[in-house]
């Protein structure tokens, strides 16, 4: 078991089975941390939380408490995983019958998950996109997109900053920075110079 590296703040009562967790980060008490995972840098992995192997996070990812990550969920930078968040890696589950390879799920630099919300095995959460609290995760969630409800469907789109866009003649506008986002259906894109 490890029990000390540089740079990271361990919890006495957590176990921390990696040595790859980059500086700055916080690992909190009865947090399990698994050997063969990676956590990047400015990481925050709250209380009573398991990360298995071969997950992967990127910097400043925060887990908040009581969320189980299985082995093929990869979250890229600053990503928000709220309380009691559940992924799954396989579609078709049974006592002690396990894949060859887990389902692999993406969640994209800077998408928020909120709290007990679920996401199946497979899919993607686009960039910056927020998942709202309770929603069942059943399709890919495209960038920017603001999906809630169970199944998950698209109500609207926020801005980088998580901000709900005001939107006008297929143009959304951040009403934190300004920025601007082109809409096209289900899809958003910042627009370029803003």
């Given at each position: 078991m490890m029990t000390k590296i540089d740079g990271v703040f361990?919890?006495?009562?957590?176990?921390?089975?990696?040595?790859?967790?980059?500086?700055?980060?916080r690992i909190w008490a009865f947090a399990h941390v698994t050997e063969g995972c990676q956590v990047g840098r400015d990481c925050n992995i709250c209380a009573h939380t398991f990360i298995e192997r071969g997950v992967c996070l990127g910097d400043r990812v925060t887990v908040k408490c009581g969320v189980y990550l299985w082995q093929g969920v990869t979250c890229e930078d600053d990503v928000f995983i709220g309380p009691n968040v559940s992924f799954t890696n396989d579609l078709y589950p049974r006592s002690r019958q396990y894949l060859e390879q887990p389902i692999e799920t993406l969640v994209r630099k800077g998408a928020s998950i909120g709290a007990n919300a679920t996401i199946l095995a497979g899919l993607t959460v686009g960039e910056y996109a927020m998942v709202g609290a309770g929603a069942v995760v059943s399709a890919n969630v495209p960038d920017y997109a603001l999906v809630c409800h169970s199944p998950?469907?698209?109500v609207g789109f926020v801005s980088r900053y998580g901000n709900k866009l005001a939107i006008a003649d297929g143009i959304g506008v951040c009403p934190q920075s300004g920025l601007r986002y082109r809409i096209n259906g289900?899809?958003?894109?910042p627009v370029e110079g803003t």
């Open positions: 361990i919890h006495p009562a957590a176990i921390v089975e990696t040595d790859q967790v980059g500086p700055g980060t998950a469907r698209v289900e899809y958003c894109v």
